[in-house]
């Protein structure tokens, strides 16, 4: 007789950066005032090229709701960009509606948890983060 229980939330999951985000990073940099790090699709791709599985998107139902862009150098990491939103314009069936400033908290701490872990695996041994988390 007690009230059912919701469906279970969506689980923030982590994955690899690919060029086809483009768009996904250009909302999110237009909708966070975040500096557009590669203005075109074809840097991106170079970049990804050049710092391969360093870069993610957190992701919460197949919307994208954020991105860390990483590189390295030899044994330095640097962690140049996390940008997350949970205010986008998604459509109204969306999963990851409604806005969380908790949700945008939890996306970031994935991202740099994701991306630290990532250049540890790549064989730096010293990770800066360049941004506040």
Known sequence: ????????????????LLQ?????????????????????????SRHLAANRGLSFVSE????????????AAGPFGIIRQVVASSSLPFPSSSPASPSSPALEQEARALLVDCTAAALRAAGCTSVEVLVPC
């Open 1 to 16: 007789p007690g009230s059912e229980p919701g469906p279970p939330a969506l689980a923030l999951r982590c994955r690899e």
């Open 20 to 44: 086809q985000d483009f768009e996904a990073l250009e909302r999110l940099w237009t909708a966070t005032s975040a500096e557009h790090l590669f203005p075109s699709q074809e840097l991106l």
């Open 60 to 71: 919460r139902g197949g919307q994208v709701l954020g991105f860390s862009i990483a590189g």
